[in-house]
């Protein structure tokens, strides 16, 4: 990069900077031949050296070693004895006449380089600020489209599950009530028909349920109705909603004896273990055994719901947090497990998943501290994935803990 770029660009006019640099060190000479003999030779010296370094940094690098070698020149014929005569007498004036002129030059050529690093420095900084504008616009631009495209996938998820999740219930009830309205049934049948539409009703007034709690999760909402309660409540609550979901699959309990009572809302945490519950039971085969397990890490209370189904893989435990997500082709919302994180997040905790016992199966875990959490927090996109490779992550129930085997038939 050429210097005169740096420089004020005098183009085509550089008779100019010498001409100025002429006139800038003519005047203090004027002045200074008129009061030398009230000043010492060292001070006009000083002085002398000021109008080389204002050339230095405003004409640049060639104008200043004119000046130098002009104010050296002008020093030996106005200042150094005798005056008005370039012939120098004592030795110790070719002393002074020299170190005067070799510091003119040096501090001309310096002030001039320093000078052109400054200009240097300026440009630099101005293009660094140009390239971090547009930077910041490129990364405001990209997280826009970012946006976007994750909006329209939630748009898509939304209105799939819509179409399927509210359109099937509605066929069904409207079918039930065309057949009672239109044909002669018997009342068995009718019966059954009335049982079809109150069941699709339930599964229309669950799907609407958990859209509204979804939202209210994630605009943070939830007021935690929050107390100390017993770990072993909250799961017996679970176990007896989940009843009729888990027949047929035996059911162990594993709770650590002596566990202190975390401070949650129970309702919320219960609806967490429930979720859990339906998704073993969905999921896994006929038969297979279920286990809910309870016990204390530090200071936390740690939840597992184990089953032994065909499992997640690993690069899809973090997607089934998101809503709308479905792992499998079961028949569900795609909200349940978006819901329960929203739910264990809000009171200061957090849910993953691991392999199940014996890497079968699936481990879905959550704790919560047993601190109170104040804050509620809303439903965010990040999900700790696979934290078992963390050294904080709880494991499974230890076989050392008591256990109690309840059947589903005790729920029923």
């Given at each position: 990069m050429?210097?005169?770029?740096?420089?004020?660009?005098?183009?085509?006019?550089?008779?100019?900077?010498y001409l100025i640099a002429t006139i800038v060190v003519a005047l203090p000479i004027a002045v200074l031949e008129k009061v030398r003999p009230e000043l010492t030779q060292t001070s006009i010296a000083l002085i002398l050296v000021l109008p080389v370094i204002l050339i230095a940094v405003t004409q640049g690098r060639g104008p200043a070693l004119y000046a130098s070698i002009?104010?050296?020149?002008?020093?030996?014929?106005?200042?150094?004895?005798?005056?008005?005569?370039?012939?120098?007498?004592?030795?110790?004036?070719?002393?002074?006449?020299?170190?005067?002129?070799?510091?003119?030059?040096?501090?001309?050529?310096?002030?001039?380089?320093?000078?052109?690093?400054v200009l240097l420095t300026e440009k630099q900084s101005k293009e660094l600020v140009h390239v971090r504008g547009e930077f910041e616009r490129a990364a405001a631009q990209a997280a826009e489209a970012d946006a976007l495209r994750k909006s329209e996938q939630l748009k898509t998820a939304l209105l799939d599950a819509v179409t399927h999740d509210l359109r099937t219930p509605l066929t069904s009830i409207k079918a039930a009530i065309s057949t009672i309205r239109a044909e002669s049934v018997s009342p068995e049948v009718q019966r059954e028909l009335f049982e079809v539409i109150e069941e699709e009703s339930d599964r229309l007034n669950h799907f609407i349920q958990g859209m509204m709690d979804l939202a209210k999760l994630q605009a943070g909402e939830v007021t935690l109705a929050s107390r100390n309660v017993a770990p072993e409540e909250m799961v017996e609550d679970a176990l007896l909603r989940a009843g009729p979901l888990l027949e047929g699959h035996p059911v162990e309990v594993a709770i650590a004896s002596g566990l202190p009572s975390p401070k949650v809302d129970p309702r919320l945490i219960s609806q967490v273990i429930f979720t859990l519950l339906e998704n073993a039971a969905k999921y896994s085969g006929p038969s297979t055994k279920i286990t809910v397990s309870v016990r204390q890490k530090d200071n936390n209370i740690c939840f597992a719901v184990d089953d032994?189904?065909?499992?997640?893989?690993?690069?899809?435990?973090?997607?089934?947090?998101?809503?709308?997500f479905r792992a499998g082709l079961q028949p569900g919302l795609g909200m349940g497990l978006a819901i329960a994180?929203?739910?264990?997040?809000?009171?200061?905790?957090?849910?993953?998943?691991?392999?199940?016992?014996?890497?079968r199966g699936t481990s879905v875990q959550f704790m919560v501290p047993l601190s109170d959490t104040p804050a509620t927090q809303t439903?965010?996109?990040?999900?700790?994935?696979?934290?078992?490779?963390?050294?904080?992550?709880?494991?499974?129930?230890?076989a050392a803990i008591p256990s109690r085997v309840i059947t589903s038939d005790e729920h029923s």
């Open positions: 050429a210097y005169n770029e740096l420089v004020i660009s005098w183009s085509g006019r550089w008779p100019i900077r002009l104010v050296g020149l002008s020093f030996n014929f106005f200042f150094i004895g005798p005056y008005y005569s370039f012939r120098i007498t004592r030795p110790e004036d070719v002393v002074a006449f020299v170190v005067f002129v070799t510091t003119a030059v040096l501090v001309g050529q310096l002030s001039s380089r320093l000078e052109k690093r032994e189904g065909p499992g997640i893989p690993s690069e899809l435990r973090g997607k089934v947090f998101d809503k709308f994180r929203g739910i264990v997040q809000a009171h200061g905790g957090k849910i993953w998943i691991e392999d199940g016992p014996e890497r439903l965010k996109n990040e999900v700790p994935q696979n934290d078992v490779s963390q050294g904080d992550a709880p494991r499974s129930v230890d």
